[in-house]
């Protein structure tokens, strides 16, 4: 949990309408693990697009590509955050971290130091923003 964040996340209470966000009762995954898998989903959904888009595949690869979004929005719900622009400040640093990994991982294209260092800038923005005192 990082400073400011209200309320905790166990004490995170389902809204009107039926929320799936955790209860009392219901352990939540901290943020930056939350926002990892975020990325992961984002990036591959995007992908699917580029695939599409760009390189010419199928258009069945946008079934998975919109599926993936729609779980990376979702989780992004999950974050220990009372402010939505927040969350998505702070996963931004994640984001860029995690598409240096995919083009390396994925792409087979190796960051170069440029990359390695405004990686690096990132993640300390995202650690000031999800850890910052308030």
């Known amino acids: 949990m990082y400073a400011g964040s209200n309320p905790a996340p ?10 799936v966000l955790p209860d009392k009762g219901t352990p939540a ?6 926002f990892v898998f975020a990325a992961a989903l984002e990036i ?3 992908f699917a697009f580029w695939k599409w888009a ?5 258009p069945l690869w946008l079934i ?4 993936a979004l729609a779980g990376f929005a979702w989780i992004l719900t999950f974050a220990d955050t009372p402010a939505a622009a927040r969350a ?4 931004g640093g994640i984001y860029v971290a995690s598409s240096l990994g995919w083009m390396w991982l994925v792409e087979g294209l190796r960051p170069d130091r440029f990359d390695l ?5 990132c ?4 650690l000031a923003i999800l850890f910052g005192p308030r």
């Open 10 to 19: 166990s004490t995170i209470r389902p809204r009107r309408g039926g929320s």
């Open 29 to 34: 995954l901290p943020t930056p693990i939350l």
């Open 44 to 46: 591959g959904g995007c």
């Open 54 to 58: 760009r390189l010419g595949a199928s």
């Open 64 to 67: 998975p590509g919109m599926i």
């Open 88 to 91: 998505y400040a702070a996963y």
């Open 117 to 121: 260092i405004g990686g690096g800038l």
């Open 123 to 126: 993640l300390l923005g995202c």
